[in-house]
């Protein structure tokens, strides 16, 4: 195996692209012109490092490279068969599942059933969900960097909720539990197209832990995906979180300790009201939520875990 590893890969998340690249080898993004989605390459306000790397579309069959990982099911099915040379079809393969299913949530067979890839997932309660079949699979759970600078500071009386178009994204992402929510509570929403429904619209990415750490809270409505980036960036800054008891959320919030989640709104409300009410056990749960964050999601272990699945996959 070599020892720094090219990796051939797609711009899909950009927030976890940016923190796998914290790996010690070379990431490969192919692009197509106008940076259409799948396709974008280093772009943004991330400040990427020097190992991520663009490859043009047409230009990746003449590359080289050492591993290919999927991220989307789009490249899986199209770009796998027509881009990729045979050669480069036979490379260590890995498959990044960001995503529980969207179809049957427990009878839903995982579209790559190959044995000779590897099938990762972020998150414990996405690899329990998928019948993953003949595809061996493993778990790496989320791992973020968040400037050290930035602290919770929660002088403003108000939640905040992170999620990218959510009037689009309707009901599994909880647009109705936060419509329902705002009613009786003080909350903000930001993210892409957030004015939509009502709220502040897109930060960028290096600067929200720094936006979002005034709040009193953080608030998550979303029913039914992975646990969400933007709640581990804001546990990690020492901000308490409010949830629905769904997917992971259950396991990274404890509570009354680090926040709390219920799959009862009425009670999501009145522990937001008691919050609110109450800036010192907003403090003290935020805190805990900080030492969970790092406990379970430090960057060193994600790096740890990302390079062994790779010695795995390559050796």
């Known amino acids: 195996m070599r020892e720094r590893l090219r990796i051939l890969t797609w711009h899909v998340h950009g927030n976890y692209l940016y923190y796998l690249s914290q790996i010690p080898h070379d990431l490969y993004l192919v692009t197509r012109p106008g940076s259409p989605?799948?396709?974008?390459?280093a772009v943004g306000a991330l400040p990427w490092g020097a190992n991520v790397h663009e490859v043009a579309y047409e230009d990746v069959p003449n590359r080289e490279f050492d591993c290919?990982?999927?991220?989307?099911?789009?490249?899986?099915d199209s770009d796998r068969e027509t881009l990729l040379t045979e050669a480069q079809r036979r490379l260590p393969t890995i498959f990044l599942e960001h995503d529980p299913p969207q179809q049957h949530p427990t009878a839903t067979v995982h579209r790559v059933q190959d044995?000779?890839?590897m099938l990762v997932h972020v998150t414990p309660f996405n690899a329990l969900m998928w019948d993953s079949g003949v595809t061996p699979h493993c778990v790496v759970e989320h791992g973020v960097v968040v400037d050290p600078s930035v602290?919770?500071?929660?002088e403003a009386p108000r939640g905040i909720s992170v999620v990218n178009n959510l009037t689009k994204r309707g009901r599994r992402l909880g647009a109705d539990i936060f419509a329902q929510a705002r009613e009786q509570v003080p909350l903000d929403l930001v993210g892409m197209a957030a004015e939509e429904a009502g709220g502040l619209g897109e930060?960028?990415?290096p600067e929200l832990a720094a936006f979002i750490a005034r709040y009193r809270f953080f608030f998550n409505p979303i029913r039914y995906t992975s646990l969400g980036l933007a709640v581990?960036?804001?546990?990690m800054i020492g901000m308490p979180v409010v949830g629905m008891a769904t997917t992971e959320m259950s396991t990274a919030i404890r509570n009354?300790?680090?926040?709390?989640v219920d799959t009862r709104l009425e009670r999501l409300v009145e522990v937001m009201r008691r919050l609110i009410d109450d800036p010192g056990l907003a403090r003290e749960w935020g805190e805990q939520a900080r030492a969970s964050a790092q406990e379970?999601?430090?960057?060193?272990?994600?790096v740890e875990d990302w390079c062994e699945v790779l010695r795995q996959v390559t050796q």
């Open 68 to 76: 290919v990982l999927y991220q989307h099911q789009r490249h899986w």
């Open 151 to 154: 602290r919770y500071s929660g």
């Open 256 to 260: 009354e300790y680090n926040g709390y």
């Open 37 to 41: 989605p799948g396709y974008a390459g």
């Open 115 to 117: 044995p000779n890839v």
């Open 232 to 235: 581990v960036e804001a546990m």
């Open 203 to 205: 930060v960028p990415n």
């Open 296 to 302: 379970r999601f430090g960057i060193g272990r994600f």
